[in-house]
């Protein structure tokens, strides 16, 4: 079955740019999803890329996605304390396919 | 429009007993599911619900563990004679359709 794997930690200081790394061993992965979970909550759903997109922006978040080296990473620019928090990546199979594999997050650290 | 609504949000309970986590979607979205996070893991898919039926549960343990999704009401996950190892939080997560799934805030299970 599909693995995703994350690097589990990551610390940048406040106003540096973040990059999270994600690698997945599926290549029919066709949607791929990151989302943030804070101390004590749910996951929020930051974004998503469908896998004939290389790159995905929204705001100060950029996805790239390198399809042939399975390689997904998502870019926070600006970093803020309010930032910090688990990421997850998680994958899903085209269509017929439902559920998300997760990877086991990165715990993101923001030193003001 | 309310986001996914899970209670209890924490539950102990002590060995052999049950127990029951409920989960209502977002407004208009008829497709649920069920993931477990065990301690310093990403999530594991167990079930995918819609309205009244079971569409994958490949992901639920075989024995103790059943889900539903009524017709009315919010779906139910319930777990039968509890053991230490259930310990987790079990988020649901809803969708309109296929691509995104939005999660609730969790039900932390402790089992004593």
């Known amino acids: 079955g599909e693995d995703v794997e994350q690097s589990l930690f990551l610390s940048v200081r406040e106003g540096d740019s973040s990059v999270i790394n994600c690698t997945y061993t599926d290549s029919s992965s066709t949607y791929l999803y990151w989302y943030k979970q804070e101390p004590g909550a749910g996951l929020q759903l930051l974004t998503y890329?469908?896998?004939?997109?290389d790159m995905k922006q929204d705001q100060r978040l950029t996805v790239l996605l390198n399809k042939k080296d399975k390689h997904l990473s998502l870019r926070i620019a600006d970093t803020q304390t309010g930032d910090s928090a688990i990421y997850f990546c998680a994958g899903r199979a085209g269509a017929g396919s439902y559920q998300l594999t997760f990877g086991k997050g990165t715990k993101l650290s923001v030193i003001p | 429009n309310a986001g996914v609504m899970q209670n209890p949000r924490h539950l102990v309970r002590r060995r052999g007993q049950e127990a029951r986590l409920r989960c209502s979607p977002m407004k208009g979205h008829s497709h649920v599911y069920w993931y477990r996070q065990l301690p310093e893991e990403g999530l594991k898919f167990m079930v995918y619900?819609?309205?009244?039926?079971?569409?994958?549960e490949s992901g639920m343990p075989k024995e103790r563990f059943s889900a539903e999704f009524p017709k009315e009401g919010p779906s139910i996950l319930r777990i039968q004679q509890v053991v230490r190892g259930d310990s987790a939080a079990y988020f649901c997560?809803?969708?309109?359709?296929?691509?995104?799934?939005?999660f609730g805030p969790g039900t932390r299970l402790t089992v004593l």
């Open positions: 997560a809803s969708s309109p359709g296929a691509n995104e799934q939005f």
């Open positions: 890329i469908f896998s004939n997109m």
């Open positions: 619900l819609q309205k009244e039926n079971i569409i994958d």
